[in-house]
């Protein structure tokens, strides 16, 4: 499948694409368009955003297309061996996980809008781009430049190239460090003075570092970091194999403000690249972009990754302790204040995602998995810590859950981590059972404010509730 996105009609917020198809050696071929991303465990529908749909064989014929569920085609081919599917996109919204054009920027997520065909998945792709001379291209390795306005860029299936947002600008700034033989490009749209591209590349290569130094390696050769500044209040990153979406604002406020989103949202986004892109569910391998993936350990995915994000930071110096405990009181308020008494566990929430997990819910139903998983990961952590005298940690856990599930640079392939190889790798770690931690932090309902004060007592810290009940995090001494 070969893949060409431009815009023929920009001012109307219209993305063109043509898909192409080849080896074809059946009558009737079937064309899907993912119904959710990876990264939002919800169904989406972008197929609501296409307005034109047709298909046409190599001599540019059009062939009779029937669209047979909400967001899938059934081709008859007469006999072509190649055909091109052409359609266009409408896309008018700016988030981390979307797509949008006008006459200044292409943003892509090609999640949102690239058909595939059914049977040629998994086949190597290439996906060519249109730019003016002085437009660059953000989040894509491996370009290769035709000539001064035409990039093609390869991809080694269609999960890769799902995979992989971009935006073609030219507004964009650049740079770029490095941490062995990874470079780790930093990209911005938006209204971001270039005066503040050299304490981001110095922070960002700190807590790149401090999250290498866990794991041993970093699962890709080339990284990049690509932000969007709106004029607007927002807060959104998605997570990709090699690359992370990131959309912040608004640009009119302190920008020291902006920079605290700014180190919180890329280090939790960072620690993605190994947990979650590489390191799966087995329930998400491979991804079944046509229907609901469930899975019970999204408190491991986001739970996990939302604790060491600010871990990191604090690790690696770029917060100091102040800041630090500020961002941890924020996910123990989001939890306490808002759904300590939820009638879910973990799991169920994790299952309820493609439900209801990024709306409101009705009162005392759900949790986050990413604040109440924070909190489960952080017991877990100060629990191995006390009974090992520190000599072991989470982060032991981490390791073992990297070198025997994921997937690193050199070629070692997915192979998915069950609920059950995770307990079994955290009893490991503790040299002991942990029947009573699952039983009571992620298969359990009640409160975790107690047990998470019995352990901050060992950092010197607890939570209190002030006369309207709402918690707060204080010092010891």
């Given at each position: 499948?070969?893949?060409?996105?431009?815009?023929?009609?920009?001012?109307f917020?219209?993305?063109?694409?043509?898909?192409?198809?080849?080896?074809?050696?059946?009558?009737?071929?079937e064309?899907?368009?993912?119904?959710?991303?990876?990264?939002?465990?919800?169904?989406?529908?972008?197929?609501?955003?296409i307005?034109?749909?047709?298909?046409?064989?190599e001599?540019?014929?059009?062939?009779?297309?029937?669209?047979?569920?909400?967001?899938?085609?059934?081709?008859?081919?007469?006999?072509?061996?190649s055909?091109?599917?052409?359609y266009?996109?409408?896309?008018?919204?700016?988030?981390?996980?979307?797509?949008?054009?006008?006459?200044?920027?292409?943003?892509?997520?090609?999640?949102?809008?690239?058909?595939?065909?059914?049977?040629?998945?998994?086949?190597?792709?290439?996906l060519?781009?249109?730019?003016?001379?002085?437009?660059?291209?953000?989040?894509?390795?491996?370009?290769?430049?035709?000539?001064?306005?035409?990039?093609?860029?390869?991809?080694?299936d269609f999960?890769?190239?799902?995979?992989?947002?971009?935006?073609?600008?030219?507004?964009l700034?650049?740079?770029?460090?490095?941490?062995?033989?990874?470079?780790?490009?930093?990209?911005?749209?938006?209204?971001?003075?270039?005066?503040?591209?050299?304490?981001?590349?110095?922070?960002?290569?700190?807590?790149?570092?401090?999250?290498?130094?866990?794991?041993g390696?970093?699962?890709?050769?080339e990284?990049?970091?690509?932000?969007?500044?709106?004029?607007?209040?927002?807060?959104?990153?998605?997570?990709?194999?090699?690359?992370?979406?990131?959309?912040?604002?608004?640009?009119?406020?302190?920008?020291?403000?902006?920079?605290?989103?700014?180190?919180?949202?890329?280090?939790?986004?960072?620690?993605?690249?190994?947990?979650?892109?590489?390191?799966?569910?087995?329930?998400?391998?491979?991804?079944?972009?046509?229907?609901?993936?469930?899975?019970?350990?999204c408190?491991?995915?986001?739970?996990?990754?939302?604790?060491?994000?600010?871990?990191?930071?604090?690790?690696?110096?770029?917060?100091?302790?102040?800041?630090?405990?500020?961002?941890?009181?924020?996910?123990?308020?989001?939890?306490?204040?808002?759904?300590?008494?939820?009638?879910?566990?973990?799991?169920?929430?994790?299952?309820?995602?493609?439900?209801?997990?990024?709306?409101?819910?009705?009162?005392?139903?759900?949790?986050?998995?990413?604040h109440?998983?924070?909190?489960?990961?952080?017991?877990?952590?100060?629990?191995?810590?006390?009974?090992?005298?520190?000599?072991?940690?989470?982060?032991?856990?981490?390791?073992?859950?990297?070198?025997?599930?994921?997937?690193?640079?050199?070629?070692?392939?997915l192979?998915?981590?069950?609920?059950?190889?995770?307990?079994?790798?955290?009893?490991?770690?503790?040299?002991?059972?942990?029947?009573?931690?699952?039983?009571?932090?992620?298969?359990?309902?009640?409160?975790?404010?107690?047990?998470?004060?019995?352990?901050?007592?060992?950092?010197?810290?607890?939570?209190?509730?002030?006369?309207?009940?709402l918690?707060?995090?204080?010092?010891?001494?």
């Amino acid at each position: 499948m070969n893949y060409k996105i431009y815009s023929k009609n920009k001012n109307f917020h219209f993305i063109d694409i043509e898909c192409s198809i080849e080896n074809i050696q059946t009558d009737e071929i079937e064309l899907q368009l993912p119904a959710w991303r990876p990264g939002r465990y919800e169904l989406q529908n972008f197929a609501k955003n296409i307005q034109v749909f047709e298909v046409f064989d190599e001599n540019g014929q059009k062939l009779q297309t029937s669209k047979i569920t909400k967001d899938r085609w059934k081709v008859q081919t007469n006999g072509a061996k190649s055909i091109t599917a052409k359609y266009n996109y409408y896309a008018y919204v700016i988030n981390a996980g979307s797509s949008f054009v006008d006459e200044n920027i292409l943003y892509v997520n090609p999640v949102n809008l690239c058909i595939y065909a059914e049977g040629h998945i998994n086949e190597p792709c290439f996906l060519e781009l249109h730019k003016t001379e002085n437009q660059e291209i953000a989040g894509l390795n491996n370009q290769q430049k035709l000539n001064d306005t035409l990039v093609k860029i390869p991809f080694h299936d269609f999960y890769h190239l799902a995979d992989s947002p971009f935006i073609v600008s030219s507004n964009l700034k650049h740079d770029f460090y490095e941490v062995g033989d990874v470079k780790f490009n930093i990209w911005f749209e938006g209204n971001l003075s270039r005066e503040h591209l050299g304490r981001i590349r110095t922070d960002f290569k700190k807590f790149t570092e401090e999250q290498i130094k866990l794991f041993g390696e970093f699962p890709e050769k080339e990284y990049h970091f690509t932000t969007w500044i709106l004029p607007v209040p927002y807060y959104h990153g998605v997570e990709h194999r090699s690359s992370t979406m990131q959309v912040l604002g608004p640009d009119s406020q302190n920008f020291e403000e902006l920079y605290i989103d700014l180190l919180g949202l890329a280090s939790h986004e960072l620690f993605h690249t190994w947990n979650i892109c590489k390191l799966r569910p087995a329930e998400l391998l491979p991804y079944d972009y046509t229907k609901e993936n469930y899975f019970p350990t999204c408190f491991v995915a986001e739970g996990v990754t939302t604790y060491y994000g600010d871990l990191m930071l604090h690790r690696s110096g770029v917060f100091d302790q102040k800041q630090y405990f500020k961002e941890v009181e924020a996910y123990y308020k989001r939890h306490f204040d808002h759904a300590d008494h939820a009638s879910q566990s973990l799991v169920e929430s994790s299952w309820d995602l493609w439900l209801d997990g990024y709306t409101q819910s009705i009162p005392d139903r759900k949790v986050s998995v990413y604040h109440k998983g924070a909190i489960a990961a952080q017991i877990l952590d100060l629990h191995i810590q006390r009974i090992s005298h520190k000599t072991r940690s989470i982060d032991n856990v981490m390791k073992l859950l990297w070198e025997r599930f994921g997937a690193s640079a050199n070629g070692t392939p997915l192979k998915g981590y069950t609920m059950q190889d995770y307990k079994h790798i955290c009893e490991e770690v503790a040299e002991e059972s942990l029947d009573w931690y699952f039983e009571k932090c992620i298969l359990g309902t009640e409160s975790l404010f107690d047990l998470l004060n019995e352990y901050l007592q060992d950092i010197d810290l607890q939570i209190v509730r002030n006369e309207e009940g709402l918690v707060k995090l204080e010092t010891l001494s």
